[in-house]
Nanobody, 116 residues
Framework: QVQLVESGGGLVQPGGSLRLSCAAS????????MGWYRQAPGNQRELVAT???????NYADSVKGRFTVSRDNAKNTVYLQMNSLKPEDTAVYYC??????????WGQGTQVTVSS
């Protein structure tokens, strides 16, 4: 079975930092493109960051310069370091794994709340 398990979410103050982790199992992790998406209430799920098997990274404009995505293939884990957090970053953050044109896998999400 394929599993993506997010962790690291929580409540932080504006300007604070949080590090999300996504541990994958049941896939050949090193060949997958991994991504982070988020969904706020009433909003569409949106891409936050992706990192390909070759290390190519892209970010949403809204998080560029504040968030950093990385992966550790030896640990089958992708990370999202979030700095300078803003209230508008509040959302459920989902881990995503895709390979080729197959349907991607999704984690169940972790809540990030940025509030004073």
């Amino acid at each position: 079975q394929v599993q993506l398990v997010e962790s690291g979410g929580g409540l932080v103050q504006p300007g604070g930092s949080l590090r999300l982790s996504c541990a994958a199992s049941g896939i050949i992790f090193s060949i997958y493109t991994m991504g982070w998406y988020r969904q706020a209430p009433g909003n569409q799920r949106e891409l936050v960051a992706t990192i390909t098997s070759g290390g190519t990274i892209n970010y949403a404009d809204s998080v560029k310069g504040r968030f950093t995505v990385s992966r550790d293939n030896a640990k089958n884990t992708v990370y999202l370091q979030m700095n300078s957090l803003k209230p508008e970053d509040t959302a459920v953050y989902y881990c995503n794994a895709k390979y080729g044109f197959f349907q991607p896998y999704w984690g169940q999400g972790t809540q990030v709340t940025v509030s004073s």
